[in-house]
């Protein structure tokens, strides 16, 4: 296991003082780049807060935003501000918002100013001064990938990178981590020349979510799921990421990059390394990224690419009653755009347990509604003596790992329908965490910022696996590449035709969640 400043990591599943005193994260400051963007106003700011509001950030804490706009502190606090009341997820209380507060600096200027990199430091230092942050920083790279090179480069010149004399500095990448194998390498390269390895927390949001969590916990805290968790039992397995929102306002972003690249590579792929992994030794961060990397190892493309792969990009159509205009019509997106907003895939897992189950991962935009799940289909019972007549209504028994919304579980199985016939058909059976449980489950972002003051990496992608991630799917880019446009679909609906002829083919079809 790493140790690293923030102490050997602790297993939530097994330490019960992090049950009743979850851990509270020492003396540090966080400088967020792109400070005005999308991410940082709706999840950042408002997580800080959070963590503030929970009691997990200590007193000498400091947020320092770095971005090329005239404003003093003043001028961030009240951004921060506005970002906590509109998306902070725990009730606004003002005595923990003004302890907070001091501690909000800003520092103007852009990425290529030596002179505004080197007011960081000095103000990096006077906080370690005057609020006690202890030298340690995690500096949240919340900007395109092509700017991680300068910016790492400017942390470098300035000394911020280095970690001495028992301080930390740390750096958060978010994706997209490039856009195929090659560029990645290049970032990782860049990025590792200037933060070791240990220091480098690469965010994918669903590795912080309970549901994802819970994978882990369904299947090595229980008995029951293990003997049928393998290609003796499974038919096929359905990892679904679909969202209703359209694409307006992200152009920037999202035009060129599509749904592959944005949430299959990262994601769905980490999804299904927690479905597919064998049990690892413990939740050590070592011990579970060893088994991620294995199963990603093993994981390869089905074959022909052409009938094993589906992508469309929507088009008008309707959306919780109002009318939605299609892709091509978002502004800021080219008229003649070929970027998918729907990607289907078809993955094998070479290894004993899975040799023969598919794994079929889609993923879209204005699609019939938000919902993102992991099924286990069966297969069906090898003999039914009834009469074929009454098991009309009787489908493939499925164990739903529901992410979000509503998050639980499901396990569908067949059931006699009461009366004198002996009539079978399909029931469910629900765990939801908003019954069971009292406590709301906190927003990813807060578990993974606390994680990274805390130096507990076991919830962030290492290197390898982001590698894996890109090795898997640029076949995939690459045979999609000369194909021009993507199949249209109509926005509220379910994908293209080419999705479901995907699974037709092999006489499956997808679940409508
Ligand atoms: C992000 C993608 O990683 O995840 C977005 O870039 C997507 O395109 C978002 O909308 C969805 O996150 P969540 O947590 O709402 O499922």
Redesign the pocket.
Known sequence: MTATAGGPWRNPLRDKRDKRMPRIAGPCAVVIFGVTGDLSRKKLMPAIYDLANRGLLPPNFALVGFARRDWADEDFGQVVYEAVREHARTPFRQAVWDRLAEGFRFVPGSFDDDAAFTELAGTLDRLDAERGTGGNHAFYLSVPPKLFPTVCEQLHRTGLAETRGGRWSRVVIE?PFGHDLASARELNAVVNAVFPEESVFRID??LG?ETVQNVLALRFANQLFDPIWNAHYVDHVQIT?A?D?GLGG?AG??DGIGAAR??IQ??LLQLLALTAMEEPVSFGPAELQVEKIKVLSATRLAQPLDRTTARGQYTRGWQGGQPVVGLLEEEGFAPDSTTETFAAITLEVDTRRWAGVPFYLRTG?RLGR?V?EIALVFKRAPHLPFDSTMTDELGKNALVIRV?PDEGITLRFGSKVPGHLMEVRDVTMDFSYGSAFAEDSPE?YERLILDVLLGEPSLFPVNAEVELSWQILDPVLANWAPHGAPEPYPAGGWGPESAARMLAGTGREWRRP
């Open positions: 994706k949001h669903y979510k990421m969202e929102i992200r972003y999202y944005d949430v990262n994601h935009k938000r993102t979000q990813a």
